[in-house]
């Protein structure tokens, strides 16, 4: 038996919390990324339209534009649902595991790729709240597993730590090539 005045679930007529915030977000960084386009790519002489390189970027921005102002005002026109602010602090909170990340990256070149990742791995198990021995002990086979994959097998060049200069020379060199 069908309900009358019943509406689809995929078009809400309330807004969620934080949505008219992301939308503004959206466009900010849309319009952002579309000014920069012409100090950020070129023109080649002698080439087509479509093999310029500032042509399928200036299309891509210029539809995310046009998509993030339409979801602004449709956004801005469906009716306010309480809670945006707890929504956006939520958000915010989040980039505190950007933080952790830049620190990881910065350390590698300081402690070494095995020593960075075995610990990044350990404490992101235990930011997550994740604390038994079992998780530790998966935590510190990823880190082996990761660092093994990319040194190893893939070859990726990743500096050496600044700590392995004090290794002796054969156990430093297997240190740098391989962890």
């Not at 989040?94 to 620190?103: A, F, H, P, R």
């Not at 600044?162 to 020379?169: C, G, Q, S, T």
């Amino acid at each position: 038996m069908e309900h009358e005045n019943a509406t689809p679930h995929v078009f809400p007529e309330a807004r969620k919390p934080g949505e008219l915030f992301y939308s503004f977000i959206f466009l900010g960084t849309a319009v952002a990324l579309l000014s920069m386009i012409f100090w950020q790519t070129s023109v080649l002489p002698g080439k087509g339209f479509s093999a310029q390189p500032r042509t399928w970027p200036f299309i891509s921005l210029a539809g995310m534009t046009l998509f993030a102002l339409a979801n602004l005002v449709a956004t801005s026109r469906s009716a306010r649902t309480p809670g945006r602010w707890k929504e956006v602090v939520i958000w915010v909170r989040s980039l505190e595991y950007v933080g952790w990340y830049l620190l990881y990256v910065a350390a590698i070149p300081v402690i070494g790729y095995l020593t960075a990742t075995l610990v990044f791995c350990l404490f992101m198990t235990w930011r997550s709240g994740y604390r038994s021995g079992l998780a530790f002990a998966a935590a510190a086979g990823f880190a082996l597993f990761v660092v093994l994959l990319f040194k190893s097998l893939f070859n990726v060049k990743i500096p050496g730590g600044a700590v392995y200069e004090y290794l002796p020379d054969t156990f430093r060199y297997i240190m740098i090539r391989y962890f």
